[in-house]
């Protein structure tokens, strides 16, 4: 006996459940189609109806990447996505873990693109030299608070801490 022998399985479903089910369907499908990425080759026209150029976050969450250790969104509000009261965001992050990314780097304002390249390199060269992306992450925005007080004086977070990590748990085994 696993505790589930009183609960009945063929209850109807009442018209109101299945509107409010629809209604949040709704919600999250029109929430999910509203982030994305552009991809290259869009303004070529020749693209088809199948493959419209855009990759949208409901186009994701659909994926399977189950055993991807990184998912890197590097380009410009990444991070962001539309608000869900009880939901909270949805948007790229949430679908690439709903498709089993372990960890999603993004970034969650505009930064320079020469900035950008510079948090990047020494990200992956911390990544590859076999840190978890948390802790490759967190020396990157060490490094760069450091030169920036060298240089500036001070380190505003406006030029350090646009990118973040979110993940389901820290991968990567042996990694640091």
Partial sequence: MDGNENIPTDLPLRAQDTAAFNSVYVQHVRALS??????????SGELDNEDDGFLTAFDVAGMNLSGTDLVVLSACDTGLGNIQAGEGVLGLRRSFQIAGAQNVLMSL???????????????????????????????????????????????????????????????GGGRQ
């Fill in 34 to 43: 509203k982030s994305g990425l552009a991809l290259s080759g869009i303004n």
């Fill in 109 to 171: 304002w505009r930064l320079s693109d020469k900035e950008a390249t510079r948090q990047m390199r020494l990200f992956y060269k911390a990544y590859m030299a076999g840190k978890s992306p948390v802790v490759a992450l967190r020396d990157t925005q060490r490094q760069r608070i450091s030169w920036l007080r060298n240089v500036l004086g001070h380190a505003p977070p406006a030029l350090w801490g646009a990118l973040t990590i979110q993940g389901t748990k820290e991968a």
